[in-house]
Every structure is written in C-alpha cells, then in structure tokens.
C-alpha cells in the first residue's frame, strides 16, 4: 500500500475549519508540528493561506533531493512566520500606523474599525 501525497493526505474536521482569529483569546502558541500549523492556518490564517501552504509544500518536497528538505523547512518557516504576523497585535497595529507623517489613511481606517470590533466581542 502507498503512501498519500501530502496535497491528499487525510485531515481531521477541525483542519478543514476557516475562521477569523478570535481576539478575545491570546495568541496561539508557535506552532511546532506540520499538523499544528495546518490547523493554525486553517484558523488564524488569511484565505487561501492553508491551500497555498500546501501547494508550496507539496512543490518544495518534490523538488527536494533525498535527504535534503531545506526547501521543505523554508516554506513551513515562511508560513509560520506569516502566522506569528497575523496573529501579533504588535504587528497588526504597526500595519495601522500612519505612514510619512499621514494622519488618515484608508488602510489605517479599516484595520482601526476591525481592532475595535474585536475589543467589542
């Protein structure tokens, strides 16, 4: 019997869940497992982060020699990385700051509202 690609390979139902961070609660720990960070994509990630993640995974280990998955370690590095950003209120206010002495900016507005609805809840 062969083994599953790893595009097809069987996940739980709490894997396949998408929903937005919840902001009452603190961040998720870094994930520290493939399947830890499959299941954080799949909830704290933007859309289509988890499909990507597996396509890129999927790319970077068939295009890996045997015995050596830097490639593979890159993209979980990278995507985890994207995670922690994601997840990070530093990060997302950071996003929010006025840029080059501006005091109003579109981008600034919305991610304004969206950290005050997710104080609100």
Do not use: C, K
Not at 11 to 39: F, G
């Amino acid at each position: 019997m062969g083994l599953l690609p790893a595009t097809t390979a069987a996940t739980t139902e709490e894997d396949q869940v998408t929903t937005q961070p919840d902001h009452q609660n603190p961040a998720p720990a870094r994930p520290a497992t493939l399947h830890e960070l499959r299941t954080a994509l799949s909830r704290y990630g933007l859309p289509g982060d988890r499909e990507n993640f597996e396509r890129d995974l999927a790319a970077a280990l068939d295009a890996s020699p045997i015995g050596d998955l830097a490639a593979v370690t890159e993209v979980a590095a990278t995507y985890r990385h994207r995670l922690t950003l994601r997840t990070s209120p530093q990060a997302m206010d950071a996003l929010a700051a006025p840029i080059g002495g501006q005091h109003w900016t579109p981008a600034g507005d919305v991610f304004a509202r969206l950290r005050a609805a997710g104080n609100d809840r």
